[in-house]
T-cell receptor, first 114, second 111 residues
């Protein structure tokens, strides 16, 4: 079972380049999330999508855009990458409005911006 | 969402119980307590959650105090593979189910 799949796993960008991180889940979940994790810190929510067709800002949305392409896919775009966006990015998914359902995470995309 | 306070690091011997505390003194009545862990650089892994009753599953037990201001995650027989950062999170189980991660507790299981 694949669960949550993120691509690519690693990426190096130059300042000012653009990049789209892809995320897909095969659990038929309604809600999807993008987090970033900086060294030695916990995860911070960038954007989330409670259901197909909706997106909302999280704690740290500046410099990012998202697209909920369909129920399975939720992409994160950096339009003009900055060194401060060097981080590990995690995608997650969960059921919506269903109690006792945890978030399932992908293995992350390690992004370095020079 | 209520904030949580956890020790920065802990250690325990392999085969012994690991008891990880968490304070959440400002928790409100409709907020759940969740525990996740992150092994090395992998994505976080769900462990357990509860509202006010103690909970147990195949991975761990969760003990929540009667006033709900603190909780303890118990790994009954810690193994080396349980070495990880453990996050205690309180969150409302609403339609978006947002989680706010803190810095967590780094648990080292010693051979």
């Amino acid at each position: 079972n694949a669960g949550v799949t993120q691509t690519p796993k690693f990426q190096v960008l130059k300042t000012g380049q653009s990049m789209t991180l892809q995320c897909a889940q095969d659990m038929n979940h309604n809600s999807m999330y993008w987090y970033r994790q900086d060294p030695g810190m916990g995860l911070r929510l960038i954007y989330y999508s409670a259901s197909e067709g909706t997106t909302d800002k999280g704690e740290v949305p500046n410099g990012y855009n998202v697209s909920r392409l369909n129920k399975r896919e939720f992409s994160l775009r950096l339009e003009s990458a900055a060194p401060s966006q060097t981080s590990v990015y995690f995608c997650a998914s969960s059921e919506r409005g269903v109690r006792n359902q945890p978030q399932h995470f992908g293995d992350g995309t390690r992004l370095s911006i020079l | 969402d209520a904030k949580t306070t956890q020790p920065t690091s802990m250690d325990c011997a392999e085969g012994r119980a690991a008891n990880l505390p968490c304070n959440h003194s400002t928790i409100s009545g409709n907020e759940y307590v969740y525990w996740y862990r992150q092994i090395h650089s992998q994505g976080p892994q769900y462990i357990i959650h509860g509202l006010k009753n103690n909970e147990t599953n195949e991975m761990a037990s969760l003990i929540i105090t009667e006033d709900r201001k603190s909780s303890t995650l118990i790994l009954p027989h810690a193994t080396l593979r349980d070495t990880a950062v453990y996050y205690c999170i309180v969150s409302v189980m609403d339609s978006s189910y947002k989680l706010i991660f803190g810095s967590g507790t780094r648990l080292l299981v010693r051979p």
